[in-house]
């Protein structure tokens, strides 16, 4: 292996760590361009990040519907559940098996619908019990829940980040081999304020953002069909025009997402159909 200089590796690239280094023979620390196939038995074809910063605005959910519509497609799907201290994946979804380990890795946990599933939570003797770690710790668990875990042929593996820009969305960002993250936000001034830290902390790693889902937009009459915009309404649209990126949905906010979230159904939520899927494909084939 060939040493690079401070400031610039053999391949004539500048030292950053991130990116992508074609040169084979350099040890510059950036990612080679085979990183999606981290060991010999994974071959992962697509990797998406769902990303918000503000809490709570449903990233968990959408991610679960981006996957469970990807899934109802055909496509081969799993989720990295990178929300290392508040893991909500498994609930969604139901489980409660832990991850087998065999000689070359830990297995991920299948859903109902045959999902791939990764998450903290699978490992904990209590869904309950919390994870009090500081952030190197976190780090290091989501890069071995990419690296060692053996995830086989994926056509997509859509990684669920925790709230902020801290250690955990920037491991993500820096150490995955990521085609680019999908944004979820909800219409309130607030969460766009802080959602929009997310999109430019996108930009400054240059991930592509592939598009923004906005989430609890508005509730529908059940007697009339009236769609009420309780927290306003076109937000959404002003934030993709201003940033560039498509709009990849416009989800209400519906008691039954949550309901069957809670009872680990969330593959059946009639939802992941509004979401725009056939153009986040086309996007990522690109
Ligand atoms: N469109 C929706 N309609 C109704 N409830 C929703 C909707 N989206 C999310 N929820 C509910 O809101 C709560 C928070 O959602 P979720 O856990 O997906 O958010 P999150 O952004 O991932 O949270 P965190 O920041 O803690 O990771 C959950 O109880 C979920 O069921």
């Known amino acids: 292996m060939t040493e690079c200089g401070n400031t610039t590796c053999g391949c004539g690239e500048e030292k950053c760590g991130q990116g992508s280094c074609n040169d084979e023979n350099c040890t510059c620390g950036k990612e080679s361009s085979d990183k999606k196939n981290n060991n010999e038995l994974n071959h992962v074809k697509h990797v998406v990040a769902v990303m918000s910063g503000k809490g709570g605005v449903g990233k968990s959910t959408v991610t679960a519907l981006l996957a469970s519509a990807f899934r109802k497609k ?9 929300d290392i201290t508040g893991p ?8 409660k098996d832990s991850p ?7 297995l991920p946990v299948k ?3 045959s999902i791939e599933i990764m998450s903290l939570n699978l490992f904990l003797p209590s869904e309950d ?3 009090i770690w500081r952030g190197p710790i976190i780090s290091g668990v989501i890069k071995q829940f990419w690296e060692e875990v053996i995830w086989g042929d994926l056509d997509y593996l859509f990684v669920d980040l925790p709230p902020g820009t801290g250690d955990a969305p920037l491991t993500v960002l820096q150490s995955l081999p990521l085609d680019g993250v999908v944004i979820v936000t909800s219409p309130q001034d607030l969460a766009n304020m802080v959602v929009r830290k997310a999109i430019k902390m996108a930009e400054k790693m240059d991930i592509p953002i592939l598009g923004i889902v906005e989430n609890m937009s508005y509730v529908q009459c059940p007697d009339c ?16 025009q201003e940033f560039k990126v498509p709009l990849l949905g416009i989800l209400p906010l519906e008691p039954s997402v949550s309901a069957f979230g809670d009872q680990g159904k969330i593959g059946e ?6 979401l725009r ?5 086309e996007i990522l084939e690109k």
């Open 225 to 240: 069909g009236k769609k009420i915009f309780p927290f306003g309404q076109g937000k959404v649209e002003l934030m993709c």
């Open 269 to 274: 939520s009639a939802s992941s159909d509004l």
């Open 88 to 95: 909500s994946i498994p609930k969604l979804f139901g489980l």
């Open 277 to 281: 899927t056939d153009l986040l494909l």
């Open 100 to 106: 087998k380990s065999t000689g070359c890795g830990l």
């Open 129 to 131: 019990e919390p994870v």
């Open 74 to 82: 055909g496509f081969k799907v799993g989720i990295l559940d990178a």
């Open 111 to 113: 859903s109902t619908e």
